[in-house]
C-alpha cells in the first residue's frame, strides 16, 4: 500500500515515510491510495479472537512496508495489561435496552481514546526510523484540545530516538487534563500552556510545520514529525476498534452478518468519525455515521448546508476535547467526496485559509448527507443526558460521550431508525469530575478537581481509573506558558 498527498496526489510514498513524516510538505494529509476492500466471511475467524489478532489483520492491509514482526512486537508492546485497565482492550458495555451498546475507549493509561491510537504509533514510529536509515532525531510535535496531549507523552516518553513537545491552550483544558501534563515525568519531552483557544494553538503548531524553522532544524540534526490525528499512524489504530466492535456483536449475537449497525461519534478534529469512515469503506456494515458535536456545532451545520464557516463564536463548553473550529481531517473526507481531486482539495483549504469559509454542493454534499447524520447537543443537554443515563439505565457518561447519547436520542426521534449502535465514549467521567457532578446536581465543598474524583466515585459506586488516582501527589514539573509568538522560541529553546 502506497499513500498520496490530499493536496498533491503525485508525492507519493510509503507508509513508513507516510508516518514518519506525520504531514505533507505542501499542508496536505497522507491517505492509502486506495481503501482496501474485506469480505465478511474473512473476518468469520476473529469472531473468537482477541483484540490484538484482529488489529494484526487490519494493520496488515495498509502498513505493506513493515514486516510482520515489526507489526506483532508494536501491538504487543501497545495493547498489553501493562497498560489497558481492561483485558477486552475496548470492551462494550449495555446501556439499558435500547439497542445501545457503549464502546468504552478510555481504559488505557491516560482513560481517554486518545490512548488507542498512541500507545501504538511511537513503536510505529521508531520502526520506521530504524528500517528507513533515517539519521535525524525525531521531535513530534503536538497540539492538543486535552487529552491528546497527555496520550501523546506517555506512548513517547523515554523512547529512543524521540523527542516531545506538547503545547496545550491554557485556559482551554480541565483542571484535570491540565493536571495530567504538567506533572508528566520523562526525559525527552516539555510541556508548555499557550495563551489562546485550542484553534489557536493548532495553527501554531500547523505554522511551525510549514516554516522555515522545519529546514533549518534539519540541519541541526532534528526532523519534526506530528502525533496529531493529521498522522496516518494515529487514524490507522482508530479503525481497528470498529472491526473489533463489531465482531464483539456478531460474538454475542446483537447483530448477524448481514444487518447493519450505526455508530455515534463524539467529534472534534473528526478523526475518530473519519476512522469509522475508512471501516465502513473497507466493508464493514455501517449504516449511518452520526457525528455527534458540542455547541461549537460547526460539522453539523455542515453537514446540514454544505457550508463550512469558521466565522463564529467560539464556546469553552464542559467538553473541551470537542472545542473546535477547525476539523483538519475533515480534509481527508473532502478528498473521497471529490473522487480524489487533489486541485480541489487545495482550493478549498485555500480558501478556509484566505476567508475562514469554504462550502460544497452538487453530487459531493449529496454523498457527505448519506454517509452522515450530524447532530449537537449544548452544555444543558449533555448535562441532562449524563443524568438521565445515571437514574434510568445506572450507567455513567463522562461529557463527551453525553453528547453522543443527547444526538443518538434526536436522530432515532427523527428518523425512527433505531436498529443496533454503538456509542463511541471517548473518555472516562473520571476526567472531568467537576462537569459531571454538576450534571448529578452535586455540589461539593471543594473546588479541587481531585477532591471531586473521590465524591464522584463515593456518589455514583463507580471505581476511579487506576491512572487517575494519586495524582493530586504529583510534583509539577512544568511550569512554563509562552504567547502564540513564542511557540517557535520554546520549541527552539527545548532543542538546544
Ligand atoms: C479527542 C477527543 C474527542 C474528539 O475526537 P476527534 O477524533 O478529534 O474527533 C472526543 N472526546 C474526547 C474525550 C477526546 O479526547
Not at 481514546?113 to 532525531?137: G, Y
Not at 495553527?203 to 526532523?223: A, C
Not at 447493519?260 to 469512515?277: C, M, R, S
Not at 441532562?384 to 426521534?413: P, Q, S
Amino acid at each position: 500500500m502506497l499513500y498520496e498527498s490530499t493536496r498533491e496526489k503525485n508525492s507519493i510514498l510509503g507508509a513508513m515515510e507516510a508516518i514518519k513524516q506525520g504531514i505533507s510538505p505542501e499542508g496536505g494529509l497522507f491517505v492509502p491510495q486506495y481503501i482496501p476492500k474485506v469480505e465478511i466471511s474473512d473476518l468469520a475467524s476473529l469472531v473468537r479472537a482477541d483484540y490484538m489478532e484482529r488489529a494484526k489483520f487490519i494493520l496488515k492491509l495498509y502498513l505493506s512496508d513493515y514486516s510482520d514482526d515489526d507489526i506483532n512486537s508494536s501491538l504487543l508492546a501497545a495493547y498489553n495489561q501493562d497498560s489497558f485497565q481492561s483485558s477486552d482492550i475496548a470492551p462494550i458495555k449495555e446501556m439499558g435496552t435500547s439497542n445501545l451498546h457503549v464502546l468504552e475507549l478510555w481504559h488505557g493509561p491516560t482513560a481517554a481514546f486518545k490512548d488507542m491510537a498512541l500507545q501504538l504509533l511511537p513503536h510505529l514510529m521508531t520502526k520506521a526510523i530504524r528500517k528507513t536509515n533515517e539519521q535525524n532525531e525525531i521531535v513530534i510535535l503536538t497540539a492538543t484540545s486535552g487529552d491528546t496531549g497527555k496520550a501523546a507523552l506517555e506512548g513517547f516518553k523515554d523512547v529512543e530516538g524521540t523527542r516531545i513537545m506538547v503545547f496545550y491552550p491554557a485556559e482551554g483544558v480541565s483542571e484535570m487534563q491540565k493536571l495530567q501534563m504538567i506533572t508528566q515525568e520523562g526525559g525527552n519531552l516539555k510541556v508548555v500552556g499557550v495563551e489562546g483557544n485550542f484553534d489557536d494553538t493548532q495553527s501554531g503548531v500547523k505554522d511551525i510545520f510549514s516554516s522555515h524553522l522545519d529546514k533549518q532544524l534539519t540541519g541541526k540534526g532534528y526532523r519534526l514529525s506530528s502525533a496529531n490525528s493529521i498522522n496516518w499512524g494515529r487514524l490507522l489504530p482508530q479503525i481497528v476498534y470498529y472491526f473489533s466492535a463489531w465482531l464483539d456483536l456478531l460474538k454475542t449475537g446483537v447483530v448477524t452478518e448481514e444487518q447493519e449497525f450505526n455508530v455515534v461519534v463524539p467529534t472534534g478534529n473528526f478523526g475518530n468519525i473519519l476512522a469509522a469512515y475508512y471501516a465502513k469503506e473497507m466493508g464493514l456494515p455501517i449504516g449511518k455515521l452520526i457525528c455527534a458535536s458540542n455547541d461549537n456545532s460547526i460539522l453539523t451545520d455542515f453537514i446540514n448546508t454544505g457550508v463550512y464557516d469558521t466565522n463564529r463564536r467560539f464556546y469553552n463548553t464542559t467538553s473541551p476535547s470537542m472545542d473546535i473550529l477547525i476539523s483538519s481531517n475533515l480534509e481527508r473526507l473532502l478528498y473521497e467526496l471529490y473522487d480524489r481531486d487533489d486541485k480541489k482539495v487545495l482550493e478549498l483549504m485555500q480558501e478556509l485559509a484566505a476567508s475562514g469559509k469554504y462550502s460544497i454542493d452538487g453530487e459531493a454534499l449529496e454523498r457527505l448527507q448519506l454517509l452522515m447524520y450530524g447532530g449537537f447537543a449544548d452544555m444543558d443537554q449533555a448535562g441532562l443526558a449524563i443524568n438521565e443515563g445515571f437514574e434510568k439505565y445506572e450507567y455513567l457518561m463522562d461529557t463527551h460521550t453525553a453528547v453522543g447519547w443527547h444526538v443518538c436520542e434526536e436522530y432515532r426521534k427523527e428518523t425512527a431508525d433505531d436498529i443496533p449502535t454503538i456509542l463511541v465514549s471517548t473518555a472516562s467521567p473520571f476526567k472531568f469530575p467537576a462537569y459531571v457532578l454538576g450534571a448529578l446536581n452535586i455540589r461539593p465543598d471543594s473546588d479541587d478537581e481531585t477532591d471531586h474524583l473521590d465524591i464522584l466515585s463515593k456518589v455514583t459506586g463507580v471505581e476511579i481509573p487506576p491512572p487517575l488516582k494519586g495524582l493530586s501527589s504529583k510534583a509539577v514539573l512544568h511550569k512554563a506558558e509562552c504567547s502564540i509568538k513564542g511557540m517557535e522560541q520554546e520549541l527552539l529553546s527545548f532543542l538546544e
